[in-house]
């Protein structure tokens, strides 16, 4: 095995085609033996992690893959060891490893991720993958007794509850395997674009109160289409002299001197609706999480994290507000999704348009983004 492995390390840069080595690892591991998978991408990283070489990227993704979401408790260990080893442990690594063993394995065969040589980082994200998948990460052995430990609640992750919430209902997760990955996309214009301004409905004096602090905690979802793709945000606070009625919600935005609707209600057809508490944090959950046209996002647990935080700023929480205080601050809000056929909005499929309204009806706070390929 070692001759063979050492072959396809000195090999490999001359490769114009990978499929032949994947092929090798996926018959070893049908074999029943993982081991080899796994030594063969610690090899690879050893000779050529520190790189951008593309075959090495292809092959160590495609062999850990394989490892993560082929059923069984070897292929499990095998995953871990190789995530594990020094030459590869990263954790963006990590948080990618957590969203490929949880998508495809049992829970009790990832207990050994508790017991073995994995990162907190790796841990903690595979707890929180799993509350997003619906297991009782309470009372799964082996996974309990970890979870629910203090020694990581220092963590920010360390926030998040370990049961989901009615707001976050049924997660859009991605379906992971072998050869790649799917996801849905909640989010892109409106299949209707009618114009919901009605006309002589009251919109009382508007403030601008936004911060940079408050823009930057609105934006915690979509942060990385602006960093690590094309996109763009605008994440605006208003402050209302008088309560705003939710059906003038509409009116109120084309008075804000949002970049992102520019022109719209007269160059530019404008779509509002009220939306449930939990259809806004489904869309913020998926952008975070899957990312913009050009990454891959932060992956369930981060996006998880980011999803609640970009709600708790919209909605107008404090910093140190519990889970709980913010879900209930967040079912107290009135929650609208917009968008519209302005130059702003990309139309592509990344499209995202939300607007707070706080429970006293005094505060509007609005967050779009887009991006595109």
């Given amino acids: 095995m070692a001759d063979q492995i050492q072959k396809i390390v000195t090999e490999l840069p ?17 074999q029943g033996d993982p081991h080899f998978s796994a030594d063969l991408g610690i090899a690879l990283a050893r000779a050529y992690g520190s790189g951008q070489m593309w075959q090495y990227r292809s092959v160590f ?42 998508s495809s394995q049992e829970a009790k065969d990832l207990a050994a991720a508790f017991a073995g040589p994995a990162s907190e980082e790796l841990r903690v994200c595979l707890v929180h993958e799993l509350v997003l998948r619906g297991v009782a990460v309470e009372e799964t052995a082996g996974v309990a007794q970890w979870a629910t430990s203090s020694h990581w609640r220092h963590h920010p992750l360390g926030w998040l509850p370990l049961t989901l919430s009615d707001v976050e209902g049924v997660p859009d997760l991605p379906s992971h395997s072998t050869r790649g990955s799917s996801h849905s996309m909640p989010f892109g214009p409106s299949e209707s674009r009618n114009t919901a301004v009605i006309v002589g409905a009251r919109v009382p004096s508007v403030e601008e109160t936004t911060t ?83 990454n891959s996002g932060s992956f369930g647990a981060y ?26 601050r967040v079912r107290d809000c009135v929650w609208h999704g917009f968008d519209a056929d302005t130059t702003w909005f990309e139309q592509v499929a990344w499209d995202i348009g939300l607007a707070a309204l706080a429970p006293d009806r005094r505060r509007l706070a609005v967050l779009a983004a887009t991006d595109t390929d």
């Avoid at 001359?14 to 049908?30: E, H, P, Q, S």
């Avoid at 980011?306 to 913010?326: F, I, K, N, P, Y």
Wanted: some cysteine; proline content about 3%; charged content about 20%.
């Fill in 212 to 294: 940079e602090a408050a823009a930057t905690a609105m934006g915690k979802a979509v942060a990385n289409w602006a960093e690590e793709s094309n996109g763009r945000i605008e994440a605006r606070v208003f402050d209302l002299a008088a309560p705003l009625e939710a059906e003038s919600v509409p009116n109120a935005l084309l008075t804000l001197g949002l970049d992102c609707l520019h022109g719209a209600g007269k160059k530019a057809a404008l779509s509002v609706a009220v939306r449930p508490p939990a259809q806004a944090w489904r869309v913020l959950f998926a952008a975070a999480s899957t990312g913009g046209a050009y």
């Fill in 303 to 328: 996006g998880r994290l980011a999803a609640w935080q970009s709600l708790a700023a919209l909605g107008g929480c404090s910093q140190d507000a519990t889970d709980r205080e913010v879900e209930a």
């Fill in 61 to 102: 993704d495609h062999l850990l893959r394989l490892l993560a979401t082929s059923a069984g408790p070897e292929n499990v260990a095998q995953a871990l060891r190789l995530v594990s080893s020094a030459e590869v442990t990263s954790k963006k690594l990590d948080r990618y490893t957590a969203s490929l063993l949880a």
């Fill in 14 to 30: 001359d490769l114009k085609d990978v499929t032949g080595v994947w092929a090798v690892a996926d018959g070893r591991v049908a």
